[in-house]
Antibody, heavy 120, light 113 residues
Framework: EVQLLESGGGLVQPGGSLRLSCAAS????????MSWVRQAPGKGLEWVST????????YYADSVKGRFTISRDNSKNTLYLQMNSLRAEDSAVYYC?????????????WGQGTLVTVSS | DIVMTQSPDSLAVSLGERATINCKSS????????????LAWYQQKPGQPPKLLIY???TRESGVPDRFSGSGSGTDFTLTISSLQAEDVAVYYC?????????FGPGTKVDIK
């Protein structure tokens, strides 16, 4: 059974940093692209970033490019999102999601999300 | 960037009746080399992560009831719930995965009339 468990969310001040983790199990982690998608309270879904199975290719939304870094440790079956220079508009539930296979494919598996609140 | 729009913003349908949601992309998401439309539909219930219903515009994800169907090609797509059930109350999003940035529609809220 595919399981994705996010952690690392919390309250952080504007300009601060946070690292999210997503522990994956139930599938061959290195074979699948993984993504982060966020959802601000009461708002719609916003794609944040995707990384290929090998980790060699990464993609970012313009809204986070240069501030966020996606990475993965295939030996630990874990996906990460390093978030720097956080802004109030980054406040959201952050979901990690497993792609069907490659980078440009949809995500049939999602974690329950971790809440990030950026506020002073 | 490919902009996704959805209509209506919300709709209320009687139990057992048909619900239809439209999605339009600002440019074609049909990849000519494989004739696939890079379009997915998700369902999200309150307090839950999104659930993939349909991909390649019309392929139902495993375990999704057959009352959900997707159609369309190019820039215009439709999600149809043929006979609305109480458990279908949710927000529905379309998403293009033709190119990055991957983009979602704003969502359509479906309620019971």
């Amino acid at each position: 059974e595919v399981q994705l468990l996010e952690s690392g969310g919390g309250l952080v001040q504007p300009g601060g940093s946070l690292r999210l983790s997503c522990a994956a199990s139930g599938f061959t982690f290195s074979s699948y692209a993984m993504s982060w998608v966020r959802q601000a309270p009461g708002k719609g879904l916003e794609w944040v970033s995707t990384i290929s199975g090998s980790g060699g290719d990464t993609y970012y939304a313009d809204s986070v490019k240069g501030r966020f870094t996606i990475s993965r440790d295939n030996s630990k079956n874990t996906l990460y999102l390093q978030m720097n220079s956080l802004r109030a508009e980054d406040s959201a539930v952050y979901y990690c999601a497993k792609s069907i296979y490659d980078v440009l494919t949809p995500s049939p598996y999602w974690g329950q999300g971790t809440l990030v609140t950026v506020s002073s | 960037d490919i902009v996704m729009t959805q209509s209506p913003d919300s709709l209320a349908v009687s139990l057992g009746e048909r619900a239809t949601i439209n999605c339009k992309s600002s440019q074609s998401v049909l990849y000519s080399s494989n004739n696939n439309n890079y379009l997915a539909w998700y369902q999200q219930k309150p307090g839950q992560p999104p659930k993939l219903l349909i991909y390649w515009a019309s392929t139902r994800e495993s375990g999704v009831p057959d009352r959900f169907s997707g159609s369309g090609s190019g820039t215009d797509f439709t999600l149809t719930i043929s006979s609305l059930q109480a458990e279908d109350v949710a927000v529905y999003y379309c998403q293009q995965y033709y190119s990055t940035p991957l983009t979602f529609g704003p969502g359509t809220k479906v309620d019971i009339k």
